[in-house]
């Protein structure tokens, strides 16, 4: 009898509190949500409604308050320090909005430079295949000061997609580069989800890149306030809206 996979990850009563007393802040209330391995998933939600958050708890990069988070069938809040690390170095991807390449190196130095620092061989294939999807045969040998801001945010895609993770996690990917630039990196984005099989989980302000996913989570006050499906530029929008109306309403009481 075939078991149904595990998400790629997910999260249980998740939590988080930040400071004490009557500074407390508390970011998270008790979210349960999980997201499909192969899945392109979108976070959005008003300032301050918690998404960074969830995605750094998600990715092991923050310490949850209160209830667990998984990745695959391992607890992230069962480990140490240590393992947290290894997990974070073997099975997430990350993309920053601000690229996060190292500037003394050429590109192929900072797309294997996990492989370095895990100590692994480079599986040339798997690279190969990653800068052909990604159109960077031409830039290997340039450094990130020669390279657009396009062409460096595929460099970090390519950076977090070579050790074949079980999760890339993109915080604002776009949100450094021009209308242009931003959408041919969500293009790539998606490409990887529905050609290589990867899982992608993005937070992002713009309703156009979360068009671009195959489902939206929408987060209000550090709570899980709806989703959507086969997202257009419209539909989120009008989520957004409805969140917006609902914060409102709520603190004028009517």
């Not at 209308?179 to 998606?190: D, K, N, T, W, Y």
Request: glycine letters at 10%; hydrophobic letters at 45%; one cysteine or more.
């Amino acid at each position: 009898m075939n078991q149904t996979p595990p998400p790629a990850a997910s999260a249980a009563g998740l939590a988080k509190i930040y400071g004490s007393g009557d500074i407390a802040v508390r970011a998270l209330r008790g979210i349960d949500v999980s997201f499909a391995a192969g899945e392109f998933t979108a976070i959005m939600g008003p300032s301050g409604s918690g998404k960074s958050t969830l995605m750094h708890l998600l990715a092991g990069l923050d310490e949850a308050t209160a209830g667990t988070v998984f990745l695959g069938s391992t607890d992230l809040t069962a480990l140490d320090d240590k393992r947290l690390t290894l997990l974070r170095r073997e099975r997430v991807g990350f993309v920053f909005q601000s690229f996060n390449l190292l500037p003394m190196y050429t590109a192929e130095q900072n797309i294997t430079l996990p492989c370095e620092l895990a100590g692994t061989a480079v599986d040339r294939a798997w690279f190969d295949h990653l800068v052909d999807i990604l159109g960077l045969r031409d830039r290997l040998t340039h450094r990130p000061s020669e390279l657009s801001g396009g062409q460096q945010q595929r460099v970090a895609i390519a950076r977090a997609l070579v050790t074949r993770p079980d999760v890339v996690f993109a915080d604002e990917p776009t949100g450094n580069l021009d209308s242009s630039a931003g959408a041919e990196v969500l293009s790539f984005l998606r490409s990887c989800v529905r050609e290589l099989g990867q899982t992608v989980v993005m937070v992002t302000h713009d309703p156009a890149a979360a068009a671009y996913a195959q489902r939206v989570v929408l987060l209000a006050d550090g709570r899980l306030a709806g989703e959507i499906s086969d997202p257009t530029p419209d539909s989120v929008l009008a989520g957004l809206d409805a969140l917006r109306g609902a914060e409102v309403a709520e603190v004028t009481g009517r």
